[in-house]
Structure formats: structure tokens, C-alpha cells
């Protein structure tokens, strides 16, 4: 079955600071992955989306993600982090063959300190 | 852009009340879901449905039905709420590929007495 798996709930980094979300998924076969942010009282945003392509996909705001098949991962990377990035942080993946249902990991909250 | 809202935004019952949830797309998507956010779980799948009169289980379906009445209204009903229905709940569209991005609404806060 396929499942996503966020391993730090909470990420600390400084304004200006490189960032690194980590994410690690279960799927038979080749995946579609999303990244989406959730700002405070807000519902969720897409960030970015991988399709089988290239591994490395660039998104909104600065941010990218590389897919690795055989780490079974999509981390989440931004070279300098801003304030205004300070949310909570989900990835997801889709199950093609049962309408387009996204499974969700529970989440990262990204603090930025000045 | 596509549009998503819900209504009401916040909502307070009591244990054994009945609640209804409501969520309109103008984006013409076919694919509509409803998820309730809790801390350390992210989001899950309570109902969704690809079209008017069509409903499908999620991973968390007890104590809720849901209803599509047309492409644009998809509605979750709690008929006996219960204080572990306290969470935050968004409702979502797409289109039907795989790689479609889904569209959040700004979510319900619902806090059950």
C-alpha cells in the first residue's frame, strides 16, 4: 500500500539558512509526489509535483525537490530560507489508479529564526 | 485560479448534534474530497466522489456520510457528532489524471463539545 513517511515533525533554521525537508514514500511502481505548504490558519498550496522525468523539480518561492527511486525519497530543498516560509510542510503521493486520492505525511512545521 | 470554499468556517456543537459541512468548486473539476487534519497525522481521507451522486469511502469513514449533489457541491455530514470529530477539515477538487494538482479550500474548525 502505499504510504509517506515525513520523519521531523519540527525544523528549526535560520533566515537566510539552506533548508532541507526530508520524505520518504511507499509505492509499487512509479509514483506521482507532491510537495504542498499550509500557512497558519490557511488551507494547503502546491509547491511542487514530480511526474516520471526528470528527478530534480523546481517550484514556487524558490523551492525544489529531487526524487531518488532508490532511496524511495523527495526531499524538499531551498538554498535560503526567508521568514515567510515559516509553515507546516506536507508530502503526498497519488494513487493513480483510484481517483487521483492523495496520501498525505503528517507534516513537517518549519520555524524560522531572525 | 481555482476556487474552492467552505462553509462555515468555524463550528461549534455538542456531543449528539448534527452537523453539515459544506464545500463548492467553480474550477468544473469532477474529482472532489473531504479530509480532517489532526496533529501527527496529516491529512486523511474521510469520503470522496467523481461525480453528482457519487460517493466513495476514504480511510476514515466512520460517523460521517457525505453527498454530491451536483459537480459543484460536495457536503459531509456528522448525524451524532463526537468530540473525536474535534479537527480541522478541508475539502479539495481535481481533475481525474494522477498527476493533477488538487485545490484546497480554507478549511472548517469544528470543536465538539
Known amino acids: 500500500a502505499q504510504s509517506v513517511t515525513q520523519p521531523d515533525a519540527r525544523v528549526t533554521v535560520s533566515e537566510g539558512a539552506s533548508l532541507q525537508l526530508r520524505c520518504k514514500y511507499s509505492y509499487f511502481g512509479t509514483p506521482y509526489l507532491f510537495w504542498y505548504v499550509q500557512y497558519p490558519r490557511q488551507g494547503l498550496q502546491l509547491l511542487l509535483k514530480y511526474y516520471p522525468g526528470d528527478p530534480v523539480v523546481q517550484g514556487v518561492n524558490g523551492f525544489e525537490a529531487e526524487f531518488s527511486k532508490s532511496n524511495s525519497s523527495f526531499h524538499l530543498r531551498k538554498a535560503s530560507v526567508h521568514w515567510s516560509d515559516w509553515a507546516v510542510y506536507f508530502c503526498a503521493v497519488s494513487a493513480m489508479s483510484n481517483y487521483n486520492v492523495l496520501y498525505f505525511g503528517s507534516g513537517t512545521k518549519l520555524t524560522v529564526e531572525p | 485560479e481555482a476556487a474552492v470554499t467552505q462553509s462555515p468556517r468555524n463550528k461549534v456543537t455538542v456531543t449528539g448534534g448534527n452537523v453539515t459541512l459544506s464545500c463548492r468548486q467553480t474550477n468544473s473539476h469532477n474529482y472532489m474530497y473531504w479530509y480532517r487534519q489532526d496533529t501527527g497525522h496529516g491529512l486523511r481521507l474521510i469520503h470522496y466522489?467523481?461525480?453528482?451522486?457519487?460517493?466513495q469511502i476514504g480511510d476514515v469513514p466512520d460517523g460521517y456520510k457525505a453527498t454530491r449533489t451536483t459537480q459543484e457541491d460536495f457536503f459531509l455530514l456528522l448525524e451524532l457528532a463526537s468530540p473525536s470529530q474535534t479537527s480541522l477539515y478541508f475539502c479539495?477538487?481535481?481533475?481525474?489524471?494522477?498527476?493533477?494538482?488538487?485545490?484546497f479550500g480554507p478549511g472548517t474548525r469544528l470543536l465538539v463539545l
Open positions: 479539495a477538487s481535481s481533475d481525474a489524471r494522477g498527476q493533477d494538482t488538487q485545490y
Open positions: 466522489s467523481y461525480g453528482a451522486g457519487n460517493l
